[in-house]
């Protein structure tokens, strides 16, 4: 591509939504349906489902979940700091219908833990079928650096009926939400809520046999999928991992220096740190310097050749801050 060319592009897509993501990941979805609601043009940039991820990993440092957004040279990692950053952007349509944004995130946080009873339902169901070397990554990835695919796959199998009850029980919580004949988690318009809670359903749906049966049991929760799943996925168009890479060394964060003297952590900006995810071990820090911290999330600035200076954002809820 000439070089006049791409700087002509790279100024119209500078501060574009990029989502870094692949279709068959649930979170994705979740991120998706979000930008369905607020029916945003986003940019696609598709990533591999397994590491190595040459193309993620100078933009997030190290973080290797799926997805995370890009805006210019702002990385936002985790769909908590994705659809918060999405939702400071573009106000309307209110994620938060009715006032109602405390008790959603609240709820969001649930969902992320209903989740983990999904993924034992999924895993567990198709350990037979899974590529071993997919079972290995995600059985490491949710349970741990111990997680041995051999060692571990009878546990699996045999715990797919408790983790299905469990699954179960969270389900018919929707579909008792659902029960006055309201058309979305909220009331009469969609909102954050269902989109946190539609990807449980079209995970378990679409990754285990037995889920269209479990979802029969529930037919204002099917009803109520099909209306979420008709509001789409908003306007994407394909973009290429360089070409994000390029919008990222050639902007600059707009994120300003912040700092938080209530900190439970005595965290302060310029000061190293690194940031992980609490739940699980074994994954990859992501250390940088401290540009913004806040009660609900924490900015890193981090330089790398290949993408120059990003500033790449993390939830504090599920994560482990430390002093690099």
């Known amino acids: 591509m000439f070089p006049c060319l791409l700087s002509e592009i790279l100024s119209e897509i500078k501060l574009d939504i990029i ?15 979000a930008l369905g609601i607020k029916k945003l043009a986003w940019r696609s940039v598709e990533i591999p489902r397994l590491p190595p991820k040459p193309d993620v990993m100078p933009l997030t440092g190290g973080y290797r979940r799926t997805p995370f957004m890009q805006i210019g040279a702002d990385i936002y990692c985790d769909s908590q700091c994705i659809l918060r950053e999405l939702h400071r952007r573009h106000p309307k349509p209110d994620f ?5 944004e405390g008790v959603t995130w609240a709820l969001a946080r649930w969902t992320d833990t209903a989740f983990d009873c999904a993924v034992r339902v999924v895993l567990g169901g198709n350990v037979d079928q899974l590529p071993e070397p997919f079972l290995q990554d995600r059985g490491r990835l949710f349970f741990g650096p111990t997680f041995d695919k051999d060692k571990d796959k009878a546990r699996l199998k045999a715990d797919v009926p408790h983790a299905a009850a469990q699954v179960r029980a969270q389900l018919a919580w929707i579909d008792r939400q659902l029960g006055d004949g309201r058309d979305y988690l909220p009331g009469g318009v969609p909102g ?3 989109a946190s809670c539609y990807y449980l359903v079209w995970f378990v749906r679409g990754r285990w ?17 099909a209306r979420v799943k008709s ?18 060394r050639s902007a600059e964060t707009s994120t300003p220096e912040r700092g938080d003297a209530g900190d439970p952590q005595g965290l302060k900006p310029g000061q190293r740190v690194s940031v992980v995810a609490d739940l699980y071990s074994g994954e990859t820090p992501v250390e940088g310097r401290i540009r913004r911290v806040e009660a609900e999330t924490i900015s890193l600035l981090r330089d790398d050749p290949r993408v120059g200076t990003v500033c790449v954002h993390f939830p504090r809820v599920g994560y482990r801050v430390a002093i690099a």
């Open 192 to 194: 954050l809520f269902d």
């Open 231 to 248: 509001i789409g996925h908003g306007k994407p168009t394909t973009m290429t991992a360089e070409e994000a890479i390029e919008v990222a």
């Open 209 to 225: 046999q037995g889920g269209p049966a479990l979802m029969a049991q529930f037919p204002k929760l099917e009803a109520w999928e």
């Open 19 to 33: 989502l870094h993501h692949y279709p068959a990941s649930p979170v994705s979805e979740k991120v998706r349906v």
């Open 96 to 100: 938060f219908p009715g006032g109602s």
